[in-house]
DNA sequence: CTTCCATGTTAACATTATGTTTACACAAAG
DNA sequence: CTTTGTGTAAACATAATGTTAACATGGAAG
């Protein structure tokens, strides 16, 4: 189903969290490289070219941004996936993080659970616009490449955060969508918005497919089934 | 599904460049040659005759803008693809290559992914032109030997840009193309324009056809669809 | 060599579609 | 019957595209 393992570079100074982190990862069937500092990250990355990167901001040598910024400079990099890791009430690094380009942070302290979702989350987002896959369900058809939707060959004709939100959904029928999760995955970690905008847009979506398929798991999120 | 392997030359002073590169474009299945000079590289395209050149702009013997120069006045290389290797910061001579009659260019360092779809991407772009088949949707017909498209049987005259996006978009009838593919399908990865461009282009060709089959996807792109 | 014309491109502005917030209604849980 | 979370409609803000006209540019014609 898979293409061939993606490779993911985790650079941090201590090594338990590297163990930790490398570990989990790998158990999702990751391919696992380490550094411990700065200087370090920088060479294996341009050796092994890896799908994603994990990047401690306080590293000996050369800091996360350091070496973030350095690899958003060159053109190899423009595309490759970066995660911060921060610490939890290092607020400026996070600005600056997201500022030099990084596609996602993770603060700590760090849970495995958390980090693993976070790292899925990443590679779906970008993977489901490469291959674009089209979902069935019942009667409902979502094709991301003509950017429709269908229910019983009937045309509906969705905004792009509406089709966005309903083709995240639909990619797991009957699993519950945090709102968290939801707004990280259609509207991306670094924009702000109220709660209320979820709602709104699940109800256009309601409306417009006209059929009862979205679910309110109230205190939860939602979740789409037929 | 696809004719015989097309073949790539690729020049270059550093053998690990050779190696790498010819190691990943052989595994998506071209048919590779080396040279690492550019007598060398002269030498062999006359020789062999390839459907692409990489060449690199520093090398012994001949530079790769005096290899391109010397390869374009030849009619034999007229059309042959031919892609620059060049140093990040060396601005100059990417404006040379493509003054010299390149086709793309891509910086070092080489990430092989950047390269593998840069590649394809070109060849993308021409096989439409060679194979040149007619598209027929509805009562649309579009024909890229005569340049020529027919609505009813009335005759339609496109200009070059306008009929080339048309064919683009006509080439998958429903689905989406976003500006950037359109971009670099149309106007190639190197040129840079504005992005009023491409709309400019789609009224007139709107415009010109009097039908309404190009349907604006807010935020993502373009399609054509009757 | 100049002129003219077709094409391509840009800039500026108009016009949407889309996204977001606000404010309030409502329902369920405690 | 208060609290909490969600539904809804409408107002508002914003971003994306449509449109026109003016400005290049290159090639053909004279």
């Given at each position: ?9 985790i650079a ?6 590297l163990?930790?982190?490398g ?9 696992i490289y380490t550094a411990k ?190």
């Open positions: 189903m898979e293409g061939k393992a993606k490779q993911i570079l941090d100074d201590e090594a338990d969290i163990e930790i982190v570990y989990n990862l790998s158990k999702e069937g990751y391919e500092d700065g200087n370090e990250a920088l060479e294996k990355a341009k050796q092994l070219n890896p799908d994603l990167i994990i990047l401690d901001i306080m590293m000996p040598k050369k800091t996360g941004v350091e070496v973030c910024q350095i690899l958003r400079s060159q053109p190899a990099f423009q595309d490759t996936l970066i995660i911060f890791l921060t610490a939890l009430s290092d607020e400026s690094s996070h600005i600056k993080g997201l500022e030099t380009g990084a596609d996602d942070y993770v603060s700590k302290p760090i849970s495995p659970k958390v980090l693993n979702s976070r790292v899925n989350a990443l590679f779906r987002r970008v993977s489901n616009k490469e291959t674009g896959k089209t979902i069935t369900v019942g009667n409902i058809l979502i094709d991301p490449v003509k950017f429709l939707v269908t229910i019983n060959g009937d045309e509906i004709i969705l905004a792009k955060k509406e089709f966005e939100l309903l083709y995240l959904l639909a990619s797991r029928p009957g699993r519950v969508f945090l709102r968290n999760e939801i707004l990280s995955q259609v509207w991306g970690n670094d924009v702000i918005v109220g709660d209320r905008t979820i709602d709104v847009h699940i109800r256009k979506v309601r409306q417009k497919l006209g059929v009862d398929c979205i679910t309110t798991v109230k205190g939860v999120g939602y979740k789409f089934e037929l």
